[in-house]
């Protein structure tokens, strides 16, 4: 299968600042990307979908000002939370679809701790 | 609306026993159903998926999963437990291909020497 990376795997900052996630995918165009949430011992929650060079459609309930998505290449999407506060600690995980491929690929996911 | 529902948060099971993870959906639409594997901190691993081909679906690590359409299920099972198969596992389900999930709760794996 296809791969997806996501950068960083773990990132801690303090309240109030801004953290940025990337999510690559390696080996083929990842037309819509996917966010998720993951609180512990929960499930995945989708919070957006975001399709190359369209503006991200949020979930009811996830703020978009607070959490920021760009899909400004085939390869690339990012997801910025804003102003960041302890609540928003938690599991974020990206998947990619697209090309010939008609499946979701996870990325590894990146642990957000705000303090 | 589609939802799924993993009946039993958490199975043990002892090592070379049968495992049983069960999976019932709710789709207006023929699903697409999925099953995926999580280890702690990492990102999920797909086992297997059901796209209205054979029901009998076959995945990686010896798992398997059966749609019945009549009792809404996609049940995941395994005929012999190893040890690494402990983790969290997730039925999802969407109502196009490559469309975004939506994902059960998760049932723990435990198992035991």
């Known amino acids: 299968g296809a791969v997806v990376s996501q950068h960083p795997s773990r990132v801690i900052c303090k309240s109030g600042t801004s953290v940025k996630i990337e999510c690559r995918s390696l080996?083929?165009?990842?037309?819509?990307m996917f966010w998720y949430r993951q609180f512990p011992k929960q499930s995945l929650m989708l919070m957006a979908t975001?399709?190359?060079?369209?503006?991200?459609?949020?979930e009811q309930g996830v703020e978009k000002d607070k959490f920021l998505i760009n899909h400004a290449s085939l390869t690339l999407s990012t997801l910025t939370v804003t102003s960041a506060h302890p609540e928003d600690s938690s599991f974020y995980i990206c998947?990619?679809?697209?090309?010939?491929?008609?499946?979701?690929?996870f990325g590894p996911g990146t642990r957000l701790t705000v303090l | 609306a589609q939802s799924v529902t993993q009946l039993g948060s958490h199975v043990s099971v002892s090592e070379g026993a049968l495992v049983l993870l069960r999976c019932n959906y709710s789709?207006?639409?023929?699903?697409?159903l999925f099953w995926y594997v999580q280890y702690p901190n990492q990102g999920l691993q797909l086992l297997l998926k059901?796209?209205?081909?054979?029901?009998l679906v076959k995945g990686i690590n010896d798992f398997e999963a059966e749609f019945k359409k009549s009792e809404t299920s996609f049940h995941l099972t395994k005929p012999s437990a190893h040890m690494s198969d402990a983790a969290e596992y997730f039925c999802?389900?969407?109502?196009?291909?490559?469309?975004?999930?939506?994902f059960g709760k998760g049932t723990t794996l435990s198992v035991s020497s």
């Open positions: 080996d083929f165009q990842a037309t819509t």
């Open positions: 999802a389900v969407s109502d196009q291909a490559g469309t975004a999930l939506i």
């Open positions: 059901y796209t209205s081909a054979a029901t």
């Open positions: 789709s207006s639409v023929p699903p697409y």
């Open positions: 975001s399709n190359e060079g369209s503006k991200a459609t949020y």
């Open positions: 998947s990619g679809s697209g090309g010939s491929y008609n499946e979701q690929f």
